[in-house]
Nanobody, 115 residues
């Protein structure tokens, strides 16, 4: 089992920034992928970004340049720096830990972009 604890969500004005964190604990392997997904009301959950244990990253095309994913392997923590936020970024953001065939999700953290 892997437990994921997210933090850093909240209310921000358009154009602002937020940094999400997700700390993993439990049966952590050395090699695994972590990432962020989001789900807006009435929409399906979608990829935001992922990062491998060696630092390889993958982003949703629409978010490249505004969002940056990073990780601290010593702390088993992944971060998502979100800049130039837009109202359409409003969603619940979920942390994901993945090492085939296992995958775990965090409880989600709300990000609301509104003036």
């Amino acid at each position: 089992q892997v437990q994921l604890v997210e933090s850093g969500g909240g209310l921000v004005q358009p154009g602002g920034s937020l940094r999400l964190s997700c700390a993993a604990s439990g049966n952590i392997f050395t090699i695994y992928t972590m990432g962020w997904y989001r789900q807006a009301p009435g929409k399906q959950r979608e990829l935001v970004a992922t990062i491998t244990s060696s630092g390889g990253t993958n982003y949703a095309d629409s978010l490249k340049g505004r969002f940056t994913i990073s990780r601290d392997n010593a702390k088993n923590t992944v971060y998502l720096q979100m800049n130039s936020l837009k109202p359409e970024d409003t969603a619940v953001y979920y942390c994901n830990w993945h090492r085939a065939p296992y995958a775990y999700w965090g409880q989600g953290t709300q990000v609301t972009v509104s003036s």
